[in-house]
């Protein structure tokens, strides 16, 4: 009988896997940090044997299994289960075929997707979004990443790339360069990579930090330097938090105008921060959708933080796709 | 036996209806303009009266009807049949159940949708989506508007508002403010109705037109004289034309990343302005889109017109919901 899901969050530096029943209660899971310099096919194998090894603990078989869902930070072909690319990982993953690497192994189903559409999915079987058919999760945390989910499947759009929040433009005439090499990204306005970039230029402009942080040590700014920042009434943490909440009010009203979903579910390194920066997203978004809301809309926080990848991932062999 | 198809198109100074076979062509259609002075129920019953008379005239019954589709301008609540509110007629239309009042009135199916959907939906089944089972159609015309096709099916949202593009902030510093009350909206910087102000600007800015266009009378200044413009090289309507297309291409950019679809399909007045408008656009997406395209995506122009939104509204009786 078909009773159980695994599910496996592959990330650059931690890799976890779970068992899972299927009303997503767990049954073991592991995680392991000894993948991250592998190559492509070591760190394959090291999902596979981390399968293996969670299976014959537990006496559980391959026959068991729903399925197996992997989820990767980075861009993903659903459709042909391939890595494409992802900044994540030492190895050059470059159209890798995991998904099929993985299956020869197992006789069960298995499933390869974006990190954040599994989260999202995590989220609409377990967490915030029960309930709900049309949903989407936003993360916000050394990235920004989304999963759009309407009438309870994902949208994954042609090959599986759908959800790339993070490289809409919200500010064409920003000085701030994304990654990607655009101006005004809204990963480059809001992320946690960015952050020490946001700090500078408040600096830069003669303001004063009162958590000791200045020109020379900036560049070590992030997440949690801020939440201390709020917690000392650091100013510039605050207008940090304040410029990112801002970035991300205005993606989820344009994710709004284009999609009406029925809520809003934002997680991430960046929500730790608090009920503070869901009020300044909010605030925003209230700001610019006016009177252009027909029926009440939700931002609510994740409910699994960081177990959402994990579980999304076992739960997305539940899919009716 | 269901054979027949009706659509109505519902707008603000032109109301069409017609009867099409289930391939799309044409068994007979009217137009007429006698319906804008008329209060909510005074335009529902020509809308009722319209098709009646088209049925009778070819001798077609209700139960030949595979259903009625009507498209209109505005915010519509698809689930619940209500014209949400619409700037398109003199009649104050607010929460309207217009579907509920045609459908007592024939023994089939009704159907209410916005026009931008039912275009889309007509270019899917019957225009240059065919083939295609994603598509992302906009129309840049007074206004702009969108309908998205996900797996044949148009993603409507939680009651039908989902596709308002036009509203989404591509550029928050804009000094342009658009009818919603919001800066930088992609309508504001690229519709119909914003062109005089576009004009205005070089002007101001002491750049010269070839056209006769000045101060005294920019206001009159539309898409049927930036096509003039641009037969004479008048340097503005170029330039007028590329910021419009600098808009739209950041807006299809930002569909692509949301939503990776199969192929993009723009239709609406500004396209009459040719192959420049469409080579404008692209441009402006591959600048922005750089190595972040996996799979070819094209865009094209929308292959049935003015008559997308007739045929649309009809062809939605056949959507699979």
Known sequence: MKRYLCGVDLGGTKLSAGIFNADGTVVDKRKVFDHKDLDCDGITNR??????????????????????????????????GLLITSSNFKAGFNNYPIREKVARKFRTHVILDNDANAQAYGELMFGAGRNFSDLIFLTVSTGVGCGIIVDRKLIRGMTGTAGEVGHTIVDPHSD???????????????????????????????????????????????????????????????????????AVGIGVYNLFQVLNPEIFIIGGGLTNCGEIYFDMIEEKFLSLV?????????????????SAGLLGAAALTLEQV
């Open 47 to 80: 999902v596979i044997a981390l399968i293996r090894e969670l299976l014959d603990n537990n006496g559980i078989m391959d026959e068991d299994l729903q399925g197996i869902g992997i989820c990767m930070a980075g861009h993903v072909n659903y459709k042909k």
């Open 290 to 306: 006016k009177k252009m809301m027909y029926d009440k809309i939700e931002i609510r926080p994740s409910a699994l933080g960081n």
């Open 176 to 246: 701030v360069m994304c990654s990607c090499g655009n101006h005004g990204c809204l990963m480059s306005l809001s992320s946690g990579q960015y952050l020490a970039g946001m700090y500078r230029k408040y600096l830069a402009a003669g303001e004063k930090s009162s958590i000791g942080v200045d020109l020379s040590n900036v560049d070590d700014f992030n997440g949690m330097m801020m939440r201390r920042g709020l917690e000392d009434d650091d100013v510039i943490s605050r207008k940090v938090l304040a410029d990112s909440a801002s």
